[in-house]
């Protein structure tokens, strides 16, 4: 299988030798591309030789002319055939060059006209790193279903100490293995997919809400596109961009999710429950603000409850997957929940933890069917939606229910 290692001109490329040789060891035919910045900091040889092909630095190289076409062929044959790009070192420039589609070297053009994975490794000064510039184009690439993996800390070349050194050679192996391995597992599929904090209004300024970020569920989103699902995401608000392709539906209260799952669920193959919902609504909603006229008590009446709804609905041949959120007895808590509402598996996480759950990049989570409890220890939320994909997958598989 064929993959394609695009270095750039950082100071960790001289690492990318090491990720050649790395990928080699997993039976996978490396073949190199370096912008020129890259060829200051290592000779193309290193590369030609350590894989036995031509390395490609220019779009054209020296001694093509308008007359020889075969160099142009080998260019875009480079984009047709590989099963993945993986960008190690990327740095700043090259990811903005992604980013904003630039197509003025030969990297940036194979990142363009490639249909494969692409996956990039970041690596540069802190600053740059840390730079509102980079964090944008990190973002568009992500919604663009590019995967990224994370920079680690330590001291840097430059002399500062931080976030921006490359993340080690293994991590980088896993993640295009992740990637190759996942490839089009959900072709044909459709995952819906709710998201965010549903609100319920008091009056025309005021709303009872909840600290759901939504980025678990957007993270689930990208993933399932990643792997070629069609996806529908039906989400309450949040402050992030949905990814590229995916059908959003946005709603603001239990009653409109409601409405909105129970039209769309006969579509979906697989229904992921990661919205956190509002359990009341208000009894009464003011159509004027309200004043303060002194104590206020305010009526409650329960929400409906969508999951287990959508579960007693459900077409057989259909997952429906809920999440819980937990401050205790977080397994106990999760199981109750998966039997009483009928759902395939649930997502518990333990959310009275220090830096995981709310707002958080990072998540921590238990999988839950009635016969299995797998502990998925804290990871970034894209690497656990990709996490939790697989388990959803196995649950399909009829060897699983011998296991079980
Ligand atoms: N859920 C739902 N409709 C509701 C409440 C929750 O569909 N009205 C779904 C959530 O999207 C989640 C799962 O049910 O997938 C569990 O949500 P959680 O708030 O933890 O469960 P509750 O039933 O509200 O239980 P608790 O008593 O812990 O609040």
Redesign the pocket.
């Known amino acids: 299988m064929k993959v394609t290692v695009g270095v750039s001109g950082g100071i960790a490329a001289y690492k990318a030798a090491e990720l050649v040789r790395a990928l080699q060891r997993q039976a996978l035919d490396v073949h190199v591309v370096m912008t020129e910045a890259a060829t200051k900091f290592v000779q193309p040889l290193t590369f030609a030789s350590l894989t036995g092909h031509k390395v490609i630095t220019h779009m054209w190289s020296a001694e093509d002319n308008s007359d020889n076409l075969s160099s142009a062929i080998e260019h875009i044959d480079a984009a047709q055939t590989t099963e993945a790009l993986v960008v190690a070192p990327a740095t700043a420039d090259i990811l903005a060059k992604f980013a904003h589609g630039l197509a003025d070297d030969f990297l940036s053009t194979l990142y363009l006209a490639t249909t494969a994975p692409v996956i990039v490794a970041p690596a540069m000064n802190v600053n740059m790193w840390n730079h509102p510039a980079t964090q944008a184009n990190l973002e568009t690439l992500g919604q663009r279903n590019v995967t990224i993996v994370p920079p680690g800390d330590g001291y840097l070349a430059c002399g500062m100490q931080g976030s921006g050194r490359m993340t080690e050679i293994p991590a980088i192996v896993e993640a295009v293995l992740g990637v190759l391995n996942h490839r089009n597992d959900l072709q044909g599929q459709t995952v819906l997919i ?1 998201a965010g904090g549903t609100r319920e209004a008091l009056d025309p300024v005021r709303f009872l809400g909840n600290r759901s970020s939504g980025k678990m569920g957007y993270a689930l989103a990208e993933a399932a596109e990643r792997r070629g699902a069609r996806v529908i995401l039906i989400s309450a608000p949040t402050a992030l961009r949905p990814p590229a392709n995916c059908e959003l539906v946005p709603v603001v209260t ?1 009653g409109e999710m ?1 409405d909105a799952v129970l039209r769309r669920m006969d579509e979906a193959n697989i229904i992921i ?7 009341y609504r208000p009894r009464i909603k003011s159509d004027q603000k309200m004043k303060r006229t002194g104590p206020l008590t305010v009526e409650f009446e ?9 579960a007693a609905r459900k077409h057989p041949g259909q997952l429906i997957i ?5 401050t205790e007895n977080v397994v106990a ?1 999760g199981r109750d ?1 998966l039997l ?2 009928g ?1 395939d598996a ?1 997502v518990v996480n333990d959310v009275s933890r220090e830096g995981v759950g709310f707002d958080s990049d990072r998540n921590a989570a238990t999988f839950l069917t009635p016969h299995i409890a797998l502990d998925l220890q804290e990871m970034s939320k894209r690497q656990l939606a990709d996490r939790i994909f697989e388990e959803i997958l196995t649950l399909r598989r009829p060897q699983s229910l011998v296991a079980e």
Not at 302 to 310: G, Y
Not at 322 to 326: H, K, L, Q, T, V
């Open positions: 709710t239990t409601r429950k990661a919205a956190a919902v509002a359990d329960p929400t409906e409850d969508i999951l287990s709804e959508v809920g999440f819980a959120a937990e808590h929940k009483r509402k759902a649930i």
